[in-house]
């Protein structure tokens, strides 16, 4: 049977427009912002959203557009990411998120990825609305536990039971003495000693305790600067 020429025509846009989709799948496949910050929470032990929060990893608040490994205030990237050369749009993004080792060999974020493309798109769509600072907020739990962008808790609010007064070392034994009056016994394997220079930090002099909690195996103890550690700790078996 011969086709009419106006059904002819019909016929062949819609079959371009399946090719078209067949072609570049992509198209479809944008991203939802407030899925992706669901997705985004398993980022969060390494990552932050608010501008200039460094974690293990850096920022992420501005990364959309931008060049790798080129965040202002971060120092750890690994050279093969300084050397890469790559700008983060969908395209490399979602290569990324898939598997960055494969994308980046011999980069040092040791993450498996994300195998879901939707989910990646979702992501995508997250970092790209961070950057506009049109994020959509996360759920208010997940805020009470992190920081205002997912990141670290801002250390300079910590309660009395977490801010140290005291801190002593005999034997094998860290007794902390905190703001709220108690005294702790800690074995000193499972006592870490870190900094936080960042302005999330505890204030001078000031150091504060984080992490498992006192009835956990592993707590730290978290000051201003590494000048402060040894001026702060005393050798005391009372």
């Given at each position: 049977m011969t086709m009419p020429p106006g059904a002819r025509v019909v016929a062949k846009r819609a079959a371009a427009i399946v090719l078209w989709l067949i072609a570049a799948p992509g198209a479809l496949a944008a991203g939802d912002a407030k899925r992706g910050a669901q997705v985004f929470r398993q980022c969060m032990a390494c990552h932050s959203t608010a501008s200039g929060e460094h974690m293990t990893g850096p920022s992420l608040a501005h990364v959309w557009g931008h060049k790798a490994a080129t965040v202002e205030g971060f120092a750890r990237y690994s050279d093969a990411l300084k050397n890469a050369n790559i700008t983060w749009?969908?395209?490399?993004?979602?290569?990324?998120?898939?598997?960055?080792?494969?994308?980046?060999?011999?980069?040092?974020?040791?993450?498996?990825?994300?195998?879901?493309?939707?989910?990646?798109?979702?992501?995508?769509?997250?970092?790209?609305a961070a950057a506009e600072n049109a994020a959509p907020p996360m759920a208010r739990g997940q805020q009470a536990m992190m920081g205002r962008g997912g990141g670290k808790a801002d250390l300079r609010k910590a309660p009395p039971e977490a801010q140290v007064k005291a801190l002593s070392h005999c034997a094998d034994t860290y007794t902390v003495e905190t703001a709220d009056g108690k005294t702790h016994k800690v074995w000193e394997f499972n006592l870490r000693l870190k900094t936080d220079s960042s302005k999330l930090g505890p204030p001078s002099g000031k150091p504060v305790v984080v992490g498992s909690g006192m009835q956990g195996d592993r707590v730290s103890v978290v000051f201003a600067s590494p000048k402060e550690i040894s001026s702060f700790i005393t050798e005391s078996c009372r």
């Open positions: 749009n969908d395209a490399t993004l979602d290569k990324w998120l898939a598997d960055p080792e494969r994308f980046v060999p011999g980069t040092s974020m040791t993450f498996a990825g994300i195998k879901d493309p939707r989910a990646r798109q979702d992501v995508i769509a997250y970092l790209k």
